[in-house]
């Protein structure tokens, strides 16, 4: 007779289910607005399937809630978050730049979520969720390519022969700089696009915040993305490197409210977390002092602007909790005054 072992969900394995819920529901809602307006038919195909894979996964996600008798977090919803009747925001051609971009940051998530799974079932999820995730991003990839919209990181001339460092001055970052690597150039480049899709994000969001405390803070981003990006472009520009081109593609005129304020700002907390995360990476991955002085600075700069804005979801009780682990220092007091 076998006996059953029921194998309870460690705190990394609820943190991936519980964020990727979140996650999740925002993306329908977001999709949802955008295929209100959508002309382009590949462009709505993507977005389609985009909307298909989120929807299966919510699904699925409660299925894991309900089995391990976990409350369903709140996430957000169409009735609530979404007005349906706004005007377009955003034209066709950004709704796949966001698709691709917020694909990156749902690969990076995805593997994060494997790595810290033990149980099989939450493993073969995330494995399927991080397959679905490249299928995606290379979907829209291929179409922005064949639209020429792909902005595409530098190029180099061809090494010769393999090297190895001999001076201590390679990672020197004032006096005899050497040229960049191909590795700085390429975390440069990425922190370069993923602030031109917050830029555009905050302007468009700027415009149909219902609350002035909401709309200060997408201005803010927005002053905030543009300032960054010419920075990555400064230091692109030195080494006679190509910057990548601005997205051309803004916002509409509307200023009919699209989402909930709490949306636009669960947005930006999520953008924020992982822009925190790409510069710690690349950081980690820059010898050159000077670049490692720039994405410090900056990071302090995001990492204040995230708590800012987390304290206007606080505020406004927008700011849902994931699960905590006991407070064993209050459940003693209890205890104490019990006895």
Excluded at 12 to 27: G, K, M, P, R, V
Excluded at 168 to 173: R, T, V
Excluded at 219 to 241: A, N, P, T, Y
Excluded at 311 to 317: F, P, T, V, Y
């Amino acid at each position: 007779m076998k006996t059953k072992h029921n194998i309870e969900l460690t705190s990394a394995e609820i943190a991936s289910l519980w964020t990727s819920y979140q996650q999740d529901s925002l993306s329908i809602c977001t999709i949802e607005f955008f295929l209100l307006n959508i002309k382009d038919r590949e462009i709505s195909t993507i977005l389609k399937h985009a909307l298909k894979l989120s929807q299966a996964h919510i699904q699925k996600l409660e299925a894991f809630f309900q089995k391990e008798e976990y409350p369903i977090p709140h996430g957000f919803s169409l009735e609530e978050d979404v007005n349906l009747e706004s005007p377009r925001l955003f034209a066709d051609d950004f709704y796949l730049f966001y698709i691709q971009n917020m694909g990156k940051i749902g690969m990076e998530g995805n593997t994060i979520a494997l790595c810290n799974s033990a149980r099989l079932d939450i493993s073969e999820y995330y494995t399927e969720c991080l397959n679905e995730s490249s299928k995606l991003y290379n979907m829209s990839t291929g179409v922005m390519l064949s639209k020429g919209l792909f902005i595409r990181s530098p190029y180099i001339p061809k090494p010769k022969m393999v090297e190895y460092v001999q001076k201590q001055s390679y990672l020197a970052g004032k006096i005899n700089r050497r040229p960049l690597n191909v590795i700085e150039t390429s975390n440069i480049y990425f922190n370069l696009i993923q602030n031109q899709l917050g830029r555009t994000l905050a302007m468009g969001f700027s415009q149909v915040a219902k609350s002035q405390s909401v709309r200060d803070y997408m201005i803010r981003g927005m002053d905030i993305s543009d300032k960054q990006v010419e920075v990555f472009g400064s230091i692109l520009s030195e080494d006679h490197l190509p910057s990548a081109s601005s997205w051309s593609t803004l916002p509409t005129d509307s200023t009919v409210a699209a989402f909930s304020d709490k949306l636009l700002m669960a947005h930006f907390n999520a953008l924020n977390a992982a822009g925190i995360g790409h510069y710690g990476r690349s950081l980690s991955q820059s010898p050159r002092r000077d670049l490692g002085a720039h994405y410090i600075r900056l990071m302090a700069e995001i990492v204040k602007f995230a708590e800012d804005g987390a304290n206007i979801m606080i505020d406004n009780s927008w700011l849902e909790q994931p699960p905590l682990a006991a407070d064993r220092n209050k459940l003693a007091k209890h205890k104490k005054k019990e006895g």
